[in-house]
């Protein structure tokens, strides 16, 4: 799939009288694939995915409780990794500490 600046590229130069052959020459893509976005009236769009899930997200209204609890001072990310794992967490000690220090 071409990015939406290749897509419009093709429906410019298509338009200023270029030919397919010149078009997949200048493009360094195929002719089939010149014809293809040719054929379409509309510009690609691009779709958002789903935001991906994180392993961590089942255990953070537990560590926002923990680090409010403790405001004035601080709990170590070790800490609350090993507090996580007894709860069930499968992941790993990074990925905590790159949450924890969004409180920072």
């Given at each position: 799939m071409l990015t939406l600046e290749q897509a419009v590229t093709i429906q410019i130069l298509h338009q200023q009288g270029k030919s397919i052959k010149a078009i997949t020459r200048e493009?360094?893509?195929s002719r089939n694939t010149v014809r293809k976005y040719l054929r379409q009236n509309t510009?690609?769009?691009y779709q958002r995915i789903q935001p991906r899930i994180s392993i961590l997200d089942p255990y953070k209204p537990y560590l926002l409780q923990r680090v409010n609890a403790a405001?004035?001072?601080w709990i170590p990310a070790v800490v609350l990794y090993q507090e996580i794992l007894r709860l069930g967490y499968p992941g790993k000690i990074r990925i905590l500490r790159v949450y924890i220090a969004t409180f920072i």
């Open positions: 493009l360094g893509v510009t690609p769009q405001h004035p001072e």
